[in-house]
């Protein structure tokens, strides 16, 4: 399970989201935190009504501080916004949302949305770097036990550290 944390000033609209989104989309696959340089008392209620419009409840959320203990559960990082300056925590990524305080319902809801899009693709290109890291272990698998490899008479001419294609193409005669 891949382990990712979103962090922002207030933690209390665009990571709380974030964290909501991925919580709801990623079936196991992911979990998400959130927390905030400096956490409002409490989160927005605009992003309680917004959330709430799609069945998430961020009623009983509380924003929180970033900790030590976050940073070392996170395999990923997702810093929301430019207002911290994102290499104090290494983040994986920079997700530029602007500040919604003081924003309508309307471009609350837009945020909302471009969030879910943005924690979606995430979670694919998560599922596709997943899918090719078994595929090089199944092929590095295969490689090294197949037994025809050992008993050819150019195994011992070439560097077991030689690139493939040039092991290839040496076979060739290229």
Avoid at 102 to 122: A, H, T
């Amino acid at each position: 399970m891949k382990h990712i944390l979103f962090i922002d000033v207030r933690n209390a609209t665009r990571s709380q989201m974030a964290e909501a989104w991925v919580n709801r989309l990623a079936h196991g696959y992911a979990e998400a935190r959130s927390c905030g340089t400096m956490p409002a008392d409490r989160i927005s209620g605009r992003a309680c009504q917004v959330m709430q419009e799609v069945d998430i409840d961020l009623r009983l959320k509380r924003p929180r501080a970033i900790t030590q203990a976050l940073m070392n559960w996170a395999d990923i990082v997702v810093v929301l916004g430019t207002g911290i300056f994102p290499h104090a925590f290494a983040p994986t990524q920079v997700w530029d949302f602007q500040d919604p305080t003081g924003k309508s319902l309307d471009e609350v809801r837009r945020l909302r949305d471009e969030i879910r899009v943005k924690v979606e693709n995430l979670l694919v290109e998560l599922q596709q770097q997943e899918k090719n890291n078994v595929e090089i272990k199944q092929l590095r698998s295969s490689y090294q036990s197949d037994s025809t490899l050992s008993s050819s008479p150019w195994s011992e001419e070439v560097n077991p550290f030689t690139p493939s294609l040039y092991r290839l193409n040496k076979i060739e005669g290229i």
